[in-house]
């Protein structure tokens, strides 16, 4: 950052002083609104802005030259600090702007339906997110979320059976076979790594890529879509999340 230096003799006339104060107020904007510094050193009243390089610009023994033009040497310093201005005002534009979008961000959070926890939510969320990552529609995004719902009311479940499980985020433990995950999927059936199927958006993706194997299930019922690709003990258990699976999309298309 170079010296910006407005510099005024102590013999000056009446027209340099004038410029001198509209210099300083000049000065005094741009340091407020930018937060630069300030030195009024001696009776010759210098006002440097920065910290390295030599003066930029000194107006000085101007006494002798009454046709100067105040607002001329004014124009003139602003000129000078435009630049400087100018990128202290952008980044301060985009500081705002990043909190800004990290407020929204925050705000825009899916509110919680059906009793569900914040933490249940945000499980139900990448679920749903999983499924547009797919480029799927609304529809298997219910069928997903009604199934995640029976299988672990979208828990993530470890199981006490696999140890590696523990090694992942989890909210709750289980104990069926080698099951794990929001969809209680199991490694040894081929569903995927303990890895992947304990991180909630990754073992959405499996689901649905089966979803996408089953023929038709576009027009089938949730429960029956659901039920093709689970092969459940209880075919009809999933029926009863439907409801919930659809208020949850459309607290999520709200926000």
């Known amino acids: 950052m170079k010296y910006v230096a407005?510099?005024?003799a102590e013999s000056a006339g009446p027209v340099v002083a004038e410029a001198a104060d509209l210099g300083r107020r000049l000065l005094a904007k741009v340091v407020d609104r930018f937060g630069m510094r300030v030195t009024v050193m001696g009776a010759a009243t210098a006002i440097f802005i920065g910290s390295t390089g030599s003066a930029a610009m000194a107006i000085s023994g101007l006494g002798t030259q009454p046709a100067v033009q105040p607002h001329v040497d004014?124009?003139?310093?602003?000129?000078?600090?435009?630049?400087?201005?100018?990128a202290a005002a952008a980044e301060s534009i985009a500081n705002d702007q990043r909190a800004a979008a990290a407020a929204a961000q925050e705000a825009a959070e899916p509110e919680p339906v059906g009793?569900?926890?914040?933490?249940?939510m945000a499980n139900a969320v990448a679920i749903i997110?999983?499924?547009?990552?797919?480029?799927?529609?609304?529809?298997?995004?219910?069928?997903?979320?009604?199934?995640?719902?029976?299988?672990?009311?979208?828990?993530?479940?470890?199981?006490?059976?696999v140890a590696e499980s523990y090694n992942y985020e989890y909210q709750?433990?289980?104990?069926?076979?080698?099951?794990?995950?929001?969809?209680?999927?199991?490694?040894?059936?081929?569903?995927?790594?303990?890895?992947?199927?304990?991180?909630?958006?990754?073992?959405?993706?499996?689901f649905y890529?089966?979803?996408?194997?089953?023929d038709d299930w576009r027009d089938m019922p949730v429960t029956t879509a659901a039920q093709t690709v689970q092969v459940s003990a209880f075919p009809d258990a999933y029926a009863q999340w439907e409801d919930l699976a659809w208020d949850i999309i459309a607290s999520y298309n709200a926000s």
Do not use: C
């Not at 979320?145 to 299988?151: C, F, S, V």
């Not at 890529?209 to 089953?214: E, G, H, I, Q, T």
């Open 172 to 206: 709750a433990e289980g104990s069926d076979h080698d099951s794990v995950g929001l969809f209680q999927q199991r490694p040894s059936s081929g569903w995927g790594s303990v890895k992947e199927l304990m991180d909630p958006k990754t073992s959405a993706s499996k």
């Open 209 to 214: 890529d089966s979803l996408k194997r089953v």
């Open 129 to 161: 997110e999983a499924g547009k990552d797919e480029g799927l529609d609304q529809k298997a995004w219910a069928i997903a979320l009604a199934t995640a719902m029976q299988e672990s009311k979208f828990k993530n479940y470890a199981n006490v059976n």
């Open 115 to 120: 009793g569900l926890s914040e933490l249940q």
């Open 6 to 8: 407005v510099v005024v």
């Open 74 to 86: 004014v124009v003139a310093a602003e000129t000078a600090l435009s630049e400087e201005s100018a």
